[in-house]
Antibody
Framework: QVQLVESGGGVVQPGRSLRLSCAASGFTFRSYSMHWVRQAPGKGLEWVAVIWHDGSDKYYAESVKGRFSISRDNSKDTVYLQMNTLRGEDTGVYYC??????WGQGTLVTVSS | QSALTQPASVSGSPGQSITISCTGTSSDVGSYNYVSWFQQHPGKAPKLMIYEVTNRPSGVSSRFSGSKSGNTASLTISGLQAEDESDYYCSSYTTSNTLVFGGGTKLTVL
């Protein structure tokens, strides 16, 4: 069945970096655009970034532009989110998503000194 | 990109039907049939309930249905059950190649 499994979260100090991964299975990964979405504690859902099915195009939310980078490896059915210069407001659960697929459990990122 | 507009809360009694609206613009909801709805219980990950306006993923009850008219999408839950009490979010693809979410609606089953 379709499955998305996020990993790579943790506690990190402000200004440091972290790379998240999302492993996909159960569908033709290389045919789908992939998104990252986050949710701060007690808040709603916020879109973060998208990458085209073939990696040819990428778009970012203004709040992360210039600090975050999305990439993918279609040979590994995995999408990544490289997060640099992290801030406290980046704290939250990060989910990967694609059209019509159930979401995974997410991975928690906590930015704190 | 402004968030989609959802009512903060809705309520209904068991067995009744309720509808949650999601209002966007001609740059998002009005432009594409890429509206999704998610259910989120406290402490849990969002669960996809509806995608591409009207499609239900396998395993989602047929009591949940979606529709769209112009710049407004709607989620209807029929035969309301206690387990439906949850937060609901809508999302839409946009003409800027991004996704935008609604602020969420808290459904209370009376």
């Amino acid at each position: 069945q379709v499955q998305l499994v996020e990993s790579g979260g943790g506690v990190v100090q402000p200004g440091r970096s972290l790379r998240l991964s999302c492993a996909a299975s159960g569908f033709t990964f290389r045919s789908y655009s992939m998104h990252w979405v986050r949710q701060a504690p007690g808040k709603g859902l916020e879109w973060v970034a998208v990458i085209w099915h073939d990696g040819s195009d990428k778009y970012y939310a203004e709040s992360v532009k210039g600090r975050f980078s999305i990439s993918r490896d279609n040979s590994k059915d995995t999408v990544y989110l490289q997060m640099n210069t992290l801030r406290g407001e980046d704290t939250g659960v990060y989910y990967c998503a694609t059209t019509g697929a159930p979401w995974g459990q997410g991975t928690l990122v906590t930015v704190s000194s | 990109q402004s968030a989609l507009t959802q009512p903060a809360s809705v309520s209904g009694s068991p067995g009744q039907s309720i509808t949650i609206s999601c209002t966007g613009t001609s740059s998002d909801v009005g432009s594409y049939n890429y509206v999704s709805w998610f259910q989120q219980h406290p402490g849990k990950a969002p669960k996809l309930m509806i995608y591409e306006v009207t499609n239900r993923p396998s395993g989602v009850s047929s009591r949940f249905s979606g529709s769209k008219s112009g710049n407004t999408a709607s989620l209807t839950i029929s035969g309301l059950q206690a387990e439906d009490e949850s937060d609901y979010y809508c999302s839409s693809y946009t003409t800027s190649n991004t996704l935008v979410f609604g602020g969420g609606t808290k459904l209370t089953v009376l």
